[in-house]
């Protein structure tokens, strides 16, 4: 039906490039490009069968990708490379007439800050041009904004209360390690806590609010709320919600490494000289850290990602929890990645899919939760993320 190019080939990169493989009735080109073109050819030597071309592309240089776009003519980009690269990818979207989709809202580098305002100012460029763009269209931001626009539909006649719970109960193995991007990772778990309530922003020191939640084959898991990019969209676009929150697992040996990385200054974002050389020491931390892609071929255990959600239907108070379960092992073996990348790269290949086949294609800039989420909601049993619902538990909320 169309041709696509994913942009980035880490761990999330990876899982796309397997996953649109596999749907070769959808994607009949595909194309993966990257900084480093070594580990697109990698990626597509493992998946065999000549399915992938490969290219090399600096996404922060728009001239760069518009010589890219413009020879393999892609109808849709899947921007799997880093925040920080989704303007420039979008500018030359706009620029070639190709539709775009992403799984992180948009980071300038000097500033550890993110929100939509960025992306969100494209929607009248995309709209004018007929062109679409999905935004957030991984787990979390993707998957648990398309729980919540299914709950709200089939289940609900409003919704109230949102808990978002993510819980990560594998092993890799390693002391310390990062499960995605450790940048970008280590960015977002430093951050101030942030949730909404009653029509506000609360914010509070990082990590202050924390209890053991239950996880659905997994058990006790202690539980920190802390800000997340869907929460922006979902209190925008469902604004029956009196309060959201986003809520994360952390083990007690993985938070003392964050303390210890922040105090002695190698979370700092800001260039140092070191040796004559500027460095910026969180981009140094990444290099000795392990490579987040590599963590697969040990990792057990399980990440269990849901949507708790309290609302009233038939006048009456109803809760409402679903939830995926997906195993590092088998994410490994399908794809060679870990679960969290696997989490992250099939929800985009939905996205994809979506728009492909016509399902979620309207011209502007959309987040998830604007599009129908039925046939998404289908697509995940199918492509190794199936979901399963509690009604009328203890949300333990
Ligand atoms: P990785 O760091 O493993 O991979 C990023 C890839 O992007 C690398 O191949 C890197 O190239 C490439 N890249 C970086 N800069 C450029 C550039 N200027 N031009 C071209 N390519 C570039 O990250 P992940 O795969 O773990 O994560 C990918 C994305 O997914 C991130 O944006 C992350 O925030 C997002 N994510 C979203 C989640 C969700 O649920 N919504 C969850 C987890 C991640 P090189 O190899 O040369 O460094």
Redesign the pocket.
């Known amino acids: 039906m169309g041709k696509v190019l994913i942009?980035?080939?880490?761990?999330?990169?990876?899982?796309v490039a397997h996953k649109v493989a596999q749907n070769a009735d959808v994607f009949t080109e595909i194309m993966l490009?990257?900084?480093?073109k070594s580990?697109?050819d990698a990626i597509a030597k493992a998946i065999g069968g000549n399915k992938i071309q490969t290219a090399?592309?600096?996404?922060?240089?728009v001239e760069d990708l518009k010589r890219l776009f413009n020879s393999f003519k892609p109808e849709l980009v899947i921007?799997?490379?880093?925040?920080?690269?989704?303007l420039?990818i979008m500018d030359a979207c706009l620029a070639c007439g190709v539709n775009y989709l992403?799984?992180?809202n948009y980071e300038p580098k000097e500033e550890a800050k993110y929100e939509y305002s960025w992306q969100w100012a494209y929607q009248d460029k995309f709209k004018e041009a007929g062109l679409t763009a999905i935004l957030?269209?991984?787990?979390?931001?993707?998957?648990?904004s398309v729980f919540t626009a299914y709950a709200a539909k089939h289940h609900f006649d409003e919704i109230h209360y949102l808990d978002i719970v993510d819980c990560n109960a594998g092993d890799h193995g390693k002391a310390f390690a990062t499960?995605?991007?450790?940048?970008?990772?280590i960015r977002?778990v430093t951050q101030k806590g942030k949730y909404w309530e009653n029509g506000e922003w609360i914010e509070t020191e990082p990590h202050a609010i924390h209890k053991p939640l239950n996880y659905p084959n997994i058990g006790a898991k202690e539980s920190y709320v802390i800000y997340h990019?869907?929460l922006e969209s979902l209190v925008k676009n469902f604004p029956t919600l009196k309060r959201a929150r986003f809520w994360m697992t952390f083990g007690q040996e993985y938070l003392t490494h964050l303390r210890v990385i922040q105090n002695i200054g190698m979370a700092r974002i800001d260039p140092i000289i070191y040796n004559g050389v500027e460095i910026v020491p969180i981009q140094f931390l990444?290099a000795v850290l392990p490579?987040?892609?590599e963590l697969g071929e040990n990792y057990t255990g399980e990440t269990s990602i849901g949507c708790r959600i309290k609302g009233i239907k038939d006048g009456k108070e109803r809760t409402y929890y679903v939830y995926n379960n997906c195993s590092h092992e088998a994410a490994y073996k399908e794809t060679g990645a870990q679960g969290?990348?696997y989490?992250?790269?099939v929800?985009?290949t939905i996205g994809a899919l979506m728009f492909m086949q016509g399902l979620w294609r309207k011209p502007g800039v959309f987040n998830v939760e604007e599009f129908n989420p039925d046939p998404f909601m289908d697509e995940l049993n199918k492509q190794g993320l199936p979901w399963h619902e509690l009604f009328d538990v203890d949300l333990e909320m």
């Open positions: 942009i980035g080939a880490g761990g999330v990169g990876t899982v490009a990257s900084r480093t580990k697109c090399r592309v600096d996404a922060d240089d921007n799997v490379a880093l925040p920080y690269q989704d420039t992403d799984t992180a957030g269209c991984g787990f979390d931001p993707g998957v648990t499960n995605f991007n450790p940048e970008i990772n977002e990019e869907e990444k490579d987040p892609g969290v990348s989490t992250t790269g929800p985009a």
